[in-house]
């Protein structure tokens, strides 16, 4: 059973930069899979914010302007998000999710709140 | 980006009845990369449905899923009361991938 689990500050000032650690256990990261960041606002919707393979490709949402980087670190078994020059907009519950060969998001962590404030 | 609009916002029923949820695209999406999940409060979304009908794992059968092109419809054929939650559909077939803003089943 794939288990997945989000770790990183749950504070960040405005115009820092936002870090989250997606952990993968029982499971390898090196897997046929992509590996995403969702984010959900408090009581607001879904919103999908980027991807990476193992081999280091990614992708992200226009919407957030390249604000965004994602890395894998294969030995640790786990991928990494970075969020730069973040307000109060980008305070949420950020998920890691995996893509599952059934092309959706078949496992997601619980999800860690992040709150940006000074 | 591809917008999906859900259908109703909110829709309230009783245990036993049967819910139809609905999700309509901007543009035509694949079969193949349309999802719904549930949400309850406090926790992840989960699966339950991929590719347009078919039920992830662990799903009971009155979860179905339908339609095609830019109509797609999620059924539950008899509410449980742990059905009662949030619904969003998403899909996966252009970038970037995208969500519905969600339907809010409420007893």
Redesign the interface.
Known sequence: QVQLQESGPGLVKPSGTLSLTCAVSGGSISSSNWWSWVRQPPGKGLEWIGEIYHSGTTSDNPSLKSRVTISVDKSKNQFSLKLSSVTAADTAVYYCARLGVVMAFDYWGQGTLVTVSS | ?IVLTQSPGTLSLSPGERATLSCRASQSVSS??L?W?QQKPG?????LI??AS?R?TGIPDRFSGSGSGTDFTLTISRLEPEDFAVY?C?Q?GS????????TKLEI
Request: proline share 12%; charged share 10%; net charge neutral.
């Open positions: 980006e193949s990369y999802a999940y926790q992840a979304p989960r699966l991929s590719g078919s992830a969003y998403q996966y970038s970037p991938p995208t969500f519905g803003q969600g």
